[in-house]
């Protein structure tokens, strides 16, 4: 079997990560010969693209509302024509737009990977079809839509997505969920202090994972003589004002930025807790990372993180975006060291469900279905 998978690049990210994941999963299995094309050569994960077919082929389209698009997909057709994928499996918006003006093989299979619940492929109602960005989201999506062949499949990586994902596409377009999963052999308990005092957040620097409440949170700690060390894993937009803001907190102690670093599972395995403050989150790739390094997990209510957390068991939702009531979970398991250990383990052996062997299975599945 010949697999495509498509991504506009790979800079750090969750939908970049679990698609080397796949890809370097893919490889090592006979009888299947997989290849991994971007956009741009923008990497940030040389590390996983050392022992993988990884090419650059530019490729572009800016629809245009007046008709004047600019479409660039010669180098991208050629290449598809020669290499005559059994299976593409499509990552990201751009790509969908790319592949709109891409003929494709009679026997290619389409299969759109939502790791998100993409904006544009959302209905137009009554409420908003005046509003410029929706129009113009109707306007992609209509292009992208029409070009999809009958045997097209798209990926929900959580149950939210899954339903936005049979709300808003065509019937003709199957809708399966897959769970995202890791690399176990990386995400592993290590031995920790039980006096530890760190936690870590990953995630972009964007004002959707909340990092501002989180900084919050932490004050409110420092306040009730907790005095905790938050590690900052990302790089973003929100860096300088988040950064001002921990200045005018005094926490520049409590707070450190990290940026992108290539093993997060370090500092994972160093800290008590995992703790996410994300507006909406797709599925929470990074839930499941802190888990399997034996973490219980505190964090507020992204919609797709609901279908990992079983609640007082391997983590805690707080329902509400208030630093205070994020506190109290957080001291709860600094207090009570058998309570965080028992939740670690918990969240340990729940994170065993989602590794790449499993993973790839049932993505072959789909892939022969």
């Given amino acids: 079997m010949k697999i495509l998978h498509i991504i506009p690049n790979l800079k750090k990210g969750g939908a970049e990560r679990l698609t080397l994941n796949i890809v370097n999963s893919l490889q090592s299995l006979s009888n299947i010969e997989v290849q991994l094309i971007s956009f741009r050569d923008e990497n940030d994960y040389l590390f996983l693209t050392n022992t993988i077919i990884w090419k650059v082929i530019p490729a572009k389209v800016i629809p245009s509302l007046s008709g004047k698009s600019k479409v660039d997909v010669k180098q991208l057709q050629a290449y598809i024509d020669a290499f005559q994928p059994d299976v593409i499996h499509s990552h990201l918006f751009e790509t969908e737009m790319v592949l709109a003006h891409i003929s494709l093989p009679k026997k290619t299979k389409r299969i759109v990977h939502f790791h998100d619940n993409m904006h544009q492929f959302r209905n137009l109602s009554f409420k908003t079809i005046f509003n410029k960005t929706y129009l113009t ?12 062949p009958k045997k097209t499949t798209a990926i929900a990586i959580s149950k939210n997505t899954g339903v936005y994902c049979k709300r808003n596409l065509s019937k003709n377009i199957s809708v399966v969920l897959l769970h995202n999963a890791i690399d176990l052999a990386v995400f ?11 936690i870590t957040l990953i995630g972009s620097l964007v004002e959707n994972k909340g990092h501002v409440l989180a900084v919050h949170t932490i004050k409110e700690l ?4 907790v005095i905790l060390k938050i590690n900052l894993l990302g790089e973003g937009v929100e860096r300088e004002k988040l950064e001002n803001l921990v200045k005018e907190l005094e926490l520049e102690k409590e ?5 992108n670093i290539d093993s997060p599972e370090i500092f994972l395995q160093q800290s008590f807790c995992y703790f996410l403050t994300s507006k909406s989150e797709a599925f929470g790739l990074t839930i499941i990372e802190a888990m ?5 997990v505190v964090c507020t209510d992204g919609k797709g993180n609901r279908d990992l957390i079983q609640e007082g068991e391997n983590g805690f939702i707080v329902w509400e975006r208030d630093p205070k009531l994020l506190a109290d979970k957080i001291e709860l398991l600094f207090k009570n060291e058998d309570l965080r250990m028992e939740m670690g383990e918990k ?8 590794g790449m062997e499993k993973y790839i299975t049932e993505l072959l599945a789909i892939y022969k279905s």
Avoid: T
């Fill in 255 to 259: 707070v450190v930025f990290h940026g």
């Fill in 347 to 354: 969240a340990r052996i729940y994170a065993q469900e989602f």
């Fill in 188 to 198: 592993e308990k290590k031995e920790r202090a039980s006096s530890s005092n760190e």
């Fill in 222 to 225: 420092k306040n009730r003589g």
């Fill in 292 to 296: 399997a390094c034996g973490l219980p």
């Fill in 137 to 148: 989201d109707f306007f992609e999506k209509r292009i992208v839509s029409k070009k999809y």
